[in-house]
């Protein structure tokens, strides 16, 4: 079956180092992947997209990988700040009988601290 | 604002009261998602509304849940006979044309089932 695996383990770093988030998936050949940003009490924000003939993509401190070999995605925030603290999901295309959809991981929560 | 909004923010109701939860997506979105999200869960996809097609329903769980999408804008998902594991926050998101774009999320609903 096809899976979406983010680390459910929370992620904390101090500020201004680079935090790295990881997004695995299996049985999938996904045209494009996404990442989204939530914050407790409100609904995912979008971040950043991927198509699979691109290997990198960077917007202002983010920075996402796509390996379609390995079936990973990597989030980076570089110089991280506390505000950046939040869950962050990835999000797959999805092939179905009733056309292609987004499936999301679970998220993995960071935490920027002082 | 011009963003997705929905209604009520939160809603408690009674096991076995049916409830409707109520989204209105960015004007000019053609597609619209319900998902449904559970205390430190990914997002369950529900239901897809893409322009005058027929609906994608195969993320129901159940023949209680239900979906329309009235002159292509407001949409409104019902829940009939509630039970308490359809307690979850319940999240609306629009996208311009199809599922292979970015979508813009509402504020969830927060159901509670007691």
């Known amino acids: 079956s096809q899976k979406i695996e983010q680390n459910s383990e929370a992620l904390n770093i101090q500020e201004g180092k680079t935090a790295t988030l990881t997004c695995n998936y299996t049985?999938?050949?996904?045209?494009?992947l996404q990442w989204y940003r939530q914050d407790p009490g409100r609904g995912p924000v979008f971040l950043l997209l991927?198509?699979?003939?691109?290997k990198e993509k960077r917007k202002e401190r983010l920075k996402v990988t796509f390996d379609t070999t390995l079936k990973q995605s990597l989030f980076h925030i570089t110089a991280s700040q506390p505000a950046d603290s939040a869950t962050y999901l990835c999000?797959?295309?999805?092939?179905?009988?009733?056309?292609?959809?987004?499936?999301f991981g679970t998220g993995t929560q960071l935490k920027v601290e002082l | 604002g011009a963003g997705v909004s929905q209604s009520p923010s939160n809603k408690v109701t009674e096991k076995g009261k049916d409830v409707e939860l109520r989204c209105d997506p960015i004007?000019?979105?053609?597609?619209l998602y319900w998902y449904r999200q559970s205390l430190g869960q990914g997002l369950e996809f529900l239901i897809y509304?893409?322009?005058?097609?027929?609906?994608?329903k195969s993320g129901l769980p159940s023949d209680r849940f239900s979906a329309e999408r009235t002159g292509g804008s407001v949409s409104t998902l019902t829940i009939q006979r509630t039970q308490q594991e359809d307690s979850a926050v319940y999240l609306c998101?629009?996208?311009?044309?199809?599922?292979?774009?970015?979508?813009?999320f509402g504020p969830g609903t927060r159901l509670l089932v007691l």
């Open positions: 998101a629009s996208s311009l044309y199809n599922s292979q774009e970015t979508q813009y």
């Open positions: 999000a797959l295309e999805r092939v179905t009988g009733g056309g292609n959809k987004l499936t």
């Open positions: 049985n999938y050949s996904p045209a494009y």
């Open positions: 004007s000019g979105h053609t597609a």
């Open positions: 509304f893409q322009g005058n097609s027929a609906p994608d």
């Open positions: 991927i198509r699979e003939n691109e």
